[in-house]
T-cell receptor, first 111, second 113 residues
Framework: KNEVEQSPQNLTAQEGEFITINCSYSVGISALHWLQQHPGGGIVSLFM???GKKKHGRLIATINIQEKHSSLHITASHPRDSAVYIC?????????????FGAGTRLTVKP | NAGVTQTPKFQVLKTGQSMTLQCAQD?????MSWYRQDPGMGLRLIHYSVGAGITDQGEVPNGYNVSRSTTEDFPLRLLSAAPSQTSVYFCASSRDFSTDTQYFGPGTRLTVL
């Protein structure tokens, strides 16, 4: 069993819909990251959080440390949000060589 | 700044061939790393470096070598390519070993026949 599990694996939505992507992890962490991988392959960091909630534009990330679960929400989804969203956890050391990545959720938003 | 650059973007090799994947960054970052991405799996760390002259193994180092002679460059060498090394390879860098944000290169798609 992977240490970081994401669901769903694939998600298709209509433009304007509210999107939720889930991430569960089984190890102790110092922080959790959400990354976006564009169709061309580039990976960018969206959020890093260790508690509570963060918001950036139409994206909201939450984390529940006790339940070892995080969600990424996209409000008013748009076709340009189509990408693979990757959850990654940073281990207790806090170091970059101590990260575990989920397999990703492929989101397609149709106009 | 160009950020993190990788060459080539695509490569096809035959089993047993060797090659070097290039990675460079112009942000004066101390930490650099190589990951591979396979279908259905998360990114896995191959090798990393915390500064020029210092490298260490990650989760899946077998079949790969690295060196870090300058702060800017961190090449990944495949000594004798195998079909199991067919993957997409990403180089990443960050200011230091524990900085939260890593910057990723565009990736190299490698196919070993």
């Amino acid at each position: 069993k992977n240490e970081v599990e994401q669901s769903p694996q694939n998600l298709t939505a209509q433009e304007g819909e509210f999107i939720t992507i889930n991430c569960s992890y089984s190890v102790g962490i110092s922080a959790l990251h959400w990354l976006q991988q564009h169709p061309g392959g580039g990976i960018v960091s969206l959020f890093m959080l260790s508690s509570g909630k963060k918001k950036h534009g139409r994206l909201i990330a939450t984390i529940n440390i006790q339940e070892k679960h995080s969600s990424l929400h996209i409000t008013a989804s748009h076709p340009r949000d189509s990408a693979v969203y990757i959850c990654a956890v940073r281990g207790p050391s806090g170091n970059n060589n101590d990260m575990r990545f989920g397999a990703g959720t492929r989101l397609t938003v149709k106009p | 700044n160009a950020g993190v650059t990788q060459t080539p973007k695509f490569q096809v090799l035959k089993t047993g061939q060797s090659m070097t994947l290039q990675c460079a960054q112009d942000m004066n970052h101390e930490y650099m790393s190589w990951y591979r991405q396979d279908p259905g799996m998360g990114l896995r760390l191959i090798h990393y470096s915390v500064g020029a002259g210092i490298t260490d193994q990650g989760e899946v180092p077998n079949g790969y070598n690295v060196s870090r002679s300058t702060t800017e460059d961190f090449p990944l060498r495949l000594l004798s390519a195998a079909p199991s090394q067919t993957s997409v390879y990403f180089c990443a860098s960050s200011r230091d070993f524990s900085t939260d944000t890593q910057y990723f290169g565009p990736g190299t798609r490698l196919t070993v026949l």
